[in-house]
């Protein structure tokens, strides 16, 4: 939880700066940061195979196969993170400004030109994106969550330092504006990654590299893996849309909608995804050591515990959205939606953290199918669908888009629910670590 709080506050730093120059800085931004999400849902995904065959491993003690998975799952996100540098250097400035079909092109212009730019210096930086956030989920698995926290809140600190310094020229540096910030936030990846391979080549944690030679490990990282990434790319993929709705009534709504989502994920996210690793890694652990109904009981005491504190807390979000709101902007136009769309996602938080602390479990038993299916029913029928139908088609304007979001959570946790209650996750991810001969019984 205290590695995600340095994360999101490190974005929360930016789009604070961003915001000192204009709403349309926020907007372009926010708009590459869709792009950038595409290596982050890679990362992620591969990120739920290392840590769901790295908490089973280590739970069954099987540590040769846990240091093989750690190894391919690092190797196969560095390959895949090339692609995306290509792309943002090359078609960057074009990617934003195919978001503002429905925009006045003037403001679309000036966005398309600060976000590309931003977008095509973050994205050289995909590949060690990738191995970051894949080294910080193996290591986890282990069970070992203190070195992911020193480097992420090294790491971290050194980017709002950066983010301010070069955003905003302190100290006699240029004032580099969205660049700086762009600056800061591929440092950032590179010293994380350098900082992952180093702590794992050396006797600092209990993983190691290995040479990779068995195929069963690396199929069974794209099985876990897989539906993983195909959740987060359908996530990113509905958010073109989305934010080309949003962008159809002002780019002020949209820069309202970066703010609010940004003020409940620095307040709530943290603490929701701590829990879900955290869910992860005991039932995945608790399966390799062969007891299930421990594995299921960890679980539900998982989501216990993110109902009582992240539910109460996106409450008291909701009840003092608009002095929070206000933090980042007084703009007449941006900040009533920014007031808005945080009452939304704060109202929604009950409902999100336990969403996502039994997504995190599903994930231990290397089940990431159920969470893919109750993300994207959420997402296309009512983040996207129900959003556009309200707020288009029956005129209620931004309304619509609020409601949209709060019933796209509700929808989620419902399939995950049946999903954790009924599915056989458990039979299926004892079969897998037989396949792999992982077994604690041998």
Not at 5 to 28: C, G, Q
Not at 52 to 81: C, K, P, Y
Not at 287 to 295: D, M, T, V, Y
Not at 388 to 400: D, F, I, K, P
Request: hydrophobic residues 50%; without cysteine.
């Amino acid at each position: 939880m205290v590695e995600q709080v340095s994360r999101t506050l490190m974005r929360t730093i930016d789009i604070f700066v961003t915001a000192l120059f204009s709403p349309l800085a926020v907007a372009a931004i926010g708009l590459a940061d869709l792009y950038a999400r595409f290596p982050l849902r890679i990362g992620l995904g591969l990120g739920a195979g290392a840590i769901a065959l790295s908490s089973q491993d280590t739970g069954s003690d099987a540590t040769a196969n846990r240091d093989e998975a750690v190894t391919q799952a690092l190797l196969i996100g560095f390959l895949t993170g090339i692609p995306f540098a290509v792309f943002g250097v090359t078609l960057g400035e074009e990617a934003i400004a195919i978001l503002g079909i429905w925009a006045e092109q003037d403001q679309m212009a000036d966005v398309a030109d600060l976000g590309g730019t931003y977008l095509a210096i973050v994205f050289l930086t995909a590949p060690a994106r990738h191995v970051a956030l894949i080294g910080a989920r193996a290591l986890q698995g282990t069970g070992d969550t203190r070195t992911p926290m020193y480097v992420n809140l090294t790491s971290n600190g050194l980017n709002i330092v950066f983010s301010l310094v070069l955003g905003l020229g302190l100290f006699g540096a240029p004032r580099l504006e969205i660049v700086g910030v762009g600056i800061a936030t591929a440092f950032g990846n590179i010293f994380t990654a350098s900082a992952f391979v180093l702590a794992i080549a050396t006797d600092w944690t209990p993983a190691d590299f290995t040479y990779p030679r068995r195929l069963v490990i690396a199929k069974q990282l794209f099985v876990v893996s897989a539906p993983k990434v195909a959740e987060g790319m359908v996530a990113t993929a509905v958010e073109f849309p989305f934010n080309a709705l949003l962008l159809s009534f002002g780019a002020e709504v949209n820069a309202g909608y970066q703010i609010g989502r940004r003020v409940y994920q620095q307040v709530t996210s943290p603490l929701g995804r701590g829990l879900n690793t955290g869910a992860s890694i005991v039932v995945g652990q608790a399966l390799g050591e062969g007891n299930p109904a421990e594995a299921r009981y960890n679980g539900w005491a998982t989501a216990a515990l993110g109902l009582v504190s992240v539910g109460t807390i996106g409450l008291l979000l909701a009840v003092f959205a608009e002095p929070l709101a206000g933090l980042f902007t007084d703009d007449p136009e941006t900040l009533p939606t920014a007031v808005g769309f945080t009452v939304s996602y704060g109202l929604a938080a009950p409902a999100t953290v336990l969403y996502i602390t039994l997504s995190g479990s599903l994930q231990g038993g290397s089940d990431t199918t159920t969470p893919f299916i109750a993300r994207t029913v959420g997402l296309l029928a009512f983040y996207l669908g129900f959003s556009y139908l309200t707020s288009v088609v029956l005129g209620w304007g931004v309304v619509g888009i609020y409601a949209g979001i709060v019933l796209y959570y509700v929808s989620a946790l419902v399939i995950v629910i049946a999903g954790f209650q009924y599915g056989d996750w458990a039979r299926r991810a004892t079969d897998m670590m037989e396949d792999r001969g992982s077994l604690a019984d041998g």
